[in-house]
Each structure stands twice: as C-alpha cells, then as structure tokens.
C-alpha cells in the first residue's frame, strides 16, 4: 500500500522514515524554491523526487533549476512534468 503525501513537509518526513535524511540547507532550498516559483506541493515534491533520481543526491541548485522550468512552462501536474522531461530528454 502506497502512502499519500499531501505537503512537502509530509514528503520529507515520508523520506526520513525511509532512511532519507535531508541536510538543512537541502531544505533551505526546498523552502526558497517553492517561495520563489510559487509551486504547488504537488510539483514540490515531483521536482525533489526527479532531483533525487537524476543526482543520485539532492542537489539544491539542480532542484531550483527544474523548479523553476517547470512553473515558467506552466507545468501544474505530474502527468505534464513527466511529459516536459520527455521532451526536455531528461527521461
């Protein structure tokens, strides 16, 4: 059974649970992040995920990178994010 995580807060003590634990300044630019771009959870915690899978390790300047591709293509879900790193040959 999957575990439904509905704020990054939640997303990252899911990740904690799971042995996962973020530095502070991780974050740090988890919180700027969504500030700046004014994202929802939902592309908050897809873009910590999809930072997680390309990195291998969070990678603060990678996530903003993605984060803010994202919201300035107008990308409000997971279905369409998926679709973007398609296309941008990320995935």
């Keep these: ?3 439904t995580v509905q704020t990054v807060e939640e997303y990252l003590l899911y990740l904690e649970e ?3 634990h973020l530095a502070e300044d991780a974050r740090g630019f988890i ?3 969504q500030q700046y771009t004014r994202a929802t959870d939902e ?3 897809f ?3 999809w930072t997680l ?3 291998k390790e969070f990678d603060g300047s990678f996530f903003v990178s993605l984060l803010e591709n994202l919201t300035s293509n107008r990308i409000s879900n997971q ?3 998926i679709q ?3 296309s941008s040959g990320m995935i």
């Design 53 to 55: 899978k390309v990195q």
């Design 31 to 33: 919180s700027f992040g």
């Design 43 to 45: 592309m908050v915690i």
């Design 18 to 20: 799971k042995g996962f």
């Design 1 to 3: 059974m999957t575990k």
């Design 79 to 81: 279905k369409q994010a």
């Design 84 to 86: 973007y790193l398609k």
């Design 47 to 49: 873009t910590i995920e």
